[in-house]
């Protein structure tokens, strides 16, 4: 069964530093999204992707994130200067057009 | 703007009795609703979904819910628990059935079924 894959499974960066998380989508999906979830916290919505753009953005995607389809495959999230507060699971997901979102396993973000 | 409350924070039940995790949603428009499913250390599990239709949705792991839209609730049930769904479960909502449009989840329930 295709599923959404992601690297690093755990990222450690130090604070200010760039970091890039890496997802391949499920090949014949058309739609992409970062999610991130804070310890303990809820699942909050980054961005959706659509088409080589970005259909959608919550207050929390400010001018530190960025996303880019590099190529025909991986769908990555850039932060550009890493903060405390950015640690956090961050997921990766995709769908079809008005279907259910497919999740992967996380990347685990830790800014010390 | 779209919200979802999970009211109870941990349900403990017994292995082999009935299960229900509470969702109540809040949308402008007609609401889609998911249930997903995190086990430790995995990502987000999709579980099942109402679009439109029969309120009654069944769904992976025997796993069922009902959409009742005058109480705007979509209640997740399982007519016998198993120790294997102890995990956390996560209700969403939107309110457009496009695909670029985010998912709002609740806080989460932590199902414990106990031996």
């Known amino acids: 069964e295709p599923e959404v894959t992601q690297t690093p499974s755990h990222q450690v960066t130090q604070m200010g530093q760039e970091v890039i998380l890496r997802c391949v989508p499920i090949s014949n999906h058309l739609y992409f999204y970062w999610y991130r979830q804070i310890l303990g916290q809820k699942v909050e919505f980054l961005v959706s992707f659509y088409n080589n753009e970005i259909s959608e953005k919550s207050e929390i995607f400010d001018d530190q994130f960025s996303v880019e389809r590099p190529d025909g495959s991986n769908f990555t999230l850039k932060i550009r200067s890493t903060k405390l507060e950015d640690s956090a699971m961050y997921f990766c997901?995709?769908?079809?057009?008005?279907?259910?979102?497919?999740f992967g396993p996380g990347t685990r973000l830790t800014v010390l | 703007a779209q919200s979802v409350a999970q009211p109870e924070d941990q349900v403990n039940v017994a292995e082999g009795n009935p299960l229900t995790v509470k969702c109540t949603y809040s949308?402008?428009?007609?609401?889609?609703l998911f249930w997903y499913v995190q086990y430790p250390n995995r990502g987000l599990q999709f579980l099942l979904k109402?679009?439109?239709?029969?309120?009654l949705v069944k769904g992976s792991y025997g796993f069922e819910a009902e959409f009742n839209k005058s109480q705007t609730s979509f209640h997740l049930k399982k007519p016998s628990a198993l120790v294997s769904d102890s995990a956390l479960y996560f209700c969403a909502v939107r309110d457009k059935n496009s695909g670029n449009t985010p998912l709002v989840f609740g806080k989460g329930t932590r199902l414990s079924v106990i031996a």
């Open positions: 109402y679009i439109t239709g029969d309120n």
């Open positions: 997901a995709s769908s079809e057009y008005s279907s259910e979102q497919f």
């Open positions: 949308v402008s428009g007609n609401p889609y």
